[in-house]
């Protein structure tokens, strides 16, 4: 009965099967394939990270006793919900030498949703909201990304699809292994977080037409609009989160009508996640986007101004102070925002 109501629920949730469908039509496999290049094999990071629940799970101190299986998934994401049964088979048939824990990304998602998906889905194993840093230490791209740490404390296998492919990394990492010292690890620890009063960071980046935007100017002291964003915000929320899809179009049309004044400056930041620069750059010349943009590929900035949900608008002074931010259920206008400057 468990597995029926899942299904249904991926049946109802549309013709979005596999995930936001972008540019190149490059696959979730693909994509989390890529993110795991530089993570295959490497010792896995240390956490202590807290459940929605409040129990408290240390990795660091998993890792030499038994594997690890961290999913990373969303409420939104069709093949997340999918892939549920399979996920909640291997949590309920683990054993004392697999630990299996759910991690919601944090991304347009919220602990209401995710307790709700919770019981509608009759989820067991333990669930971690994810403030972004797990996401960057792992190289989140998609949803789901599977990571499989095995008992050496290395990680073993990175991917999107519950196949074959994860199964065999499943028990492979069960294995007792060589060697049995667990190699050095890092530590997670909250990178620099920046809030309304503080200032713009200085730095830079580099947009699609590789040219340079620096947040700081003081040699032309302007307003800058920092509006973050998700390339498939309209299409593919459109039929998970309608609401989250009809402020993402609203945002876009505000700030191109607003981008004309010359006052301000404006840059748009978008998210890594199911995202590449061939995906940002199309979403940019279908709906003739005027603004300058930039691919957050590693989710740093995300991380650095505390941005979880999209569409996010951060507003600073001319001197680069960050002075407002609007999030999606704000009821000011970024028109009315952008006037009062």
């Known amino acids: 009965m468990k597995i029926m109501r ?36 490497s010792p896995a990071p240390r956490a202590v990270v807290k459940t929605i629940d409040g129990d408290t799970i240390d990795l660091g101190a998993l890792y030499g006793k038994k594997a690890v299986y961290l999913k990373f998934w969303a409420t939104w994401c069709v093949p997340c919900r999918q892939q549920m049964p399979h996920f909640e088979h291997t949590y309920e048939t683990a054993g004392p030498d697999l630990a299996v824990i759910a991690i919601d990304v944090g991304f347009n998602d919220s602990l209401k949703e995710i307790q709700r998906y919770r019981r509608t889905l009759g989820i067991t194993m333990p669930i971690i909201l994810d403030d972004g840093q797990l996401g960057g230490a792992f190289n989140l791209r998609v949803t789901p990304q599977h990571i499989v740490i095995g008992r050496d404390g290395r990680i073993q296998y990175v991917g999107h699809l519950a196949d074959a492919r994860l199964d ?10 060589l060697p049995k010292a667990i190699p050095a690890t890092t530590a997670l620890s909250e990178g620099p977080r920046i809030n309304v009063g503080d200032r713009l960071p200085a730095q830079s980046v580099t947009t ?62 978008a998210s ?46 001319a001197q680069g102070k960050l002075i407002r931010r609007i999030v999606p259920d704000d009821r000011e206008s970024l028109r009315q925002a952008i006037g009062s400057l």
């Open 208 to 269: 699609l037409d590789e040219k340079r935007f620096v947040f700081r100017t003081p040699a032309t002291p302007r307003p800058t609009v920092l509006v973050f964003l998700s390339p498939w915000c309209e299409s593919y929320l459109a039929t998970t989160r309608p609401a989250i899809s009809a402020s993402c179009r609203r945002t876009r049309e505000q700030v191109d009508a607003l981008a004309q004044d010359q006052r301000v400056r404006w840059i748009g930041i």
């Open 168 to 177: 065999a990394a499943l028990l492979a990492a069960r294995q007792p292994g």
């Open 6 to 41: 899942w299904l249904g629920l991926a049946a109802l949730a549309g013709v979005w099967l596999l995930g936001p469908l972008m540019a190149a039509e490059t696959t979730g496999q693909e994509r989390a394939e890529a993110a795991g290049k530089g993570l295959v094999g």
């Open 272 to 317: 890594g996640l199911w995202a590449s620069a061939d995906d940002l750059r199309k979403y940019r010349d279908d709906y003739k986007i005027g603004i300058p943009l930039t691919l957050d590929e590693s989710g740093a900035l995300f991380r650095i101004f505390r941005v979880a949900d999209v569409p996010t608008v951060l507003i600073a002074d």
